[in-house]
C-alpha cells in the first residue's frame, strides 16, 4: 500500500508573532508522538540565492523591487522538489513562512515607503518598522479573503503554550485530512 503523505502546514503572520518559536514547538510534540514531521523557512538564507536575500535583508546589497521579490520565489521553488519527496514519504512539512509572506510583503512595499523607513525599527532588518508591519497585516487579510486556501486564524497575543496548543490541534486535523488526500492536488 502507497504510504501517506504529510500535511504541509505554513505559519504566516507579521514580524515577530511568533512564528519560529511555534514551528520548533510543533516540530517536536508531533516527533514526539512519532509523526514524522521537520521544520524548514523562508527566506532558506542557507542557498546561493537565500545569501543574496539574506544580504539585502541585512541591507549590505541594494536590490530593485521585483528583483528580490523573483528571488524569494525562487527561493521556494528550489526547494519544492525536496519538500514534494518529503511530502509524498509521509513527513508533514511545518514551514516558517511561505509565498504568502512574498505577496504580503511585496504589495505592502508601494504604501508608504519613505514614512515607513523613518519610523522606530523593530529589529534593524528591512521591513522591520510598526508602519510597514501594519501595511503587512492588512495585505495578509486581503490574502485571507481566497476561500482556496484552508486558512487558520491564531490569536498570537495568547501565552505561547496557549498558542502552541491552539496550532497542534489544528494540525492534527490537518494530518488526517492529507492523510486521505493525493499529492498530486498539491503540485498541479
Ligand atoms: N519576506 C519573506 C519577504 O519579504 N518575502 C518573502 O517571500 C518571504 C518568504 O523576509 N521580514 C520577508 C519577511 C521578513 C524577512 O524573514 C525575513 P524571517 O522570517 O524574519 O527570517
Ligand atoms: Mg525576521
Redesign the pocket.
Same mark, same amino acid.
Request: hydrophobic share 25%.
Given at each position: 500500500m502507497a504510504c501517506k503523505r504529510g500535511a504541509l502546514i505554513v505559519l504566516e503572520g507579521v /514580524?515577530k508573532a511568533g512564528k519560529t518559536t511555534q514551528c520548533n514547538k510543533l516540530v517536536q510534540v508531533l516527533q514526539q508522538s512519532g509523526r514524522p514531521a521537520e521544520m524548514m523557512?523562508?527566506?532558506d538564507r542557507t542557498t546561493t540565492i537565500g545569501q543574496l536575500i539574506s544580504a539585502y535583508?541585512e541591507k549590505k546589497s541594494d536590490l530593485e523591487d521585483h528583483t528580490v521579490h523573483l528571488l524569494?520565489s525562487a527561493n521556494r521553488w528550489e526547494l519544492v522538489p525536496l519538500m514534494k519527496k518529503k511530502l509524498d514519504q509521509g513527513t508533514t512539512l511545518v514551514i /516558517?513562512?511561505y509565498a504568502f509572506?512574498?505577496a504580503a510583503?511585496?504589495s505592502a512595499k508601494p504604501l508608504n515607503p519613505s514614512e515607513a523607513a523613518l519610523r522606530g525599527q523593530f529589529g534593524e532588518?528591512r521591513?522591520?518598522t510598526s508602519v510597514f508591519q501594519r501595511a503587512v497585516q492588512q495585505k495578509f487579510e486581503q490574502l485571507m479573503k481566497d476561500p482556496s486556501v484552508n486558512w487558520q486564524v491564531i490569536d498570537a497575543s495568547q501565552s505561547v503554550e496557549d498558542v502552541h496548543t491552539d496550532i497542534k490541534t489544528r494540525t492534527l486535523n490537518a494530518i488526517n485530512t492529507a492523510e486521505n488526500q493525493p499529492l498530486g492536488q498539491l503540485w498541479k
Open positions: /514580524d523557512r523562508f527566506p535583508l524569494f /516558517d513562512r509572506s512574498g510583503f511585496t532588518e521591513y522591520e
